[in-house]
Nanobody
């Protein structure tokens, strides 16, 4: 089992910044990629960004140039730096850990961007 604990969400004005953190514990040897998804009210959960163990990254087009994903393998933690936030970024952000089997999900953290 893997446990994911997220932190860093909150309320911010448009144009502002937030940093999300996700700390993994447990059987982390099985994880090859970590990342973030988000789900806005009435919408499907969507990919935001992922980062592989080797460091390669992938971003949704909607966040490219504004968000940066990084990881500290020594701390088993992944970060999402979100800059130039827009009201449409408002959502619950979920940390995900990918492995050969079903992924692990965090509990989610709310990000609200006011206009």
């Amino acid at each position: 089992q893997v446990q994911l604990v997220e932190s860093g969400g909150g309320l911010v004005q448009a144009g502002g910044s937030l940093r999300l953190s996700c700390a993994a514990s447990g059987s982390i040897f099985s994880i090859h990629t970590m990342g973030w998804y988000r789900q806005a009210p009435g919408k499907q959960r969507e990919l935001v960004a992922t980062i592989a163990k080797g460091g390669s990254t992938n971003y949704a087009d909607s966040v490219k140039g504004r968000f940066t994903i990084s990881r500290d393998n020594a701390k088993n933690t992944v970060y999402l730096q979100m800059n130039s936030l827009k009201p449409e970024d408002t959502a619950v952000y979920y940390c995900v850990a990918l492995r050969a089997g079903p992924p692990y999900w965090g509990q989610g953290t709310q990000v609200t961007v006011s206009s």
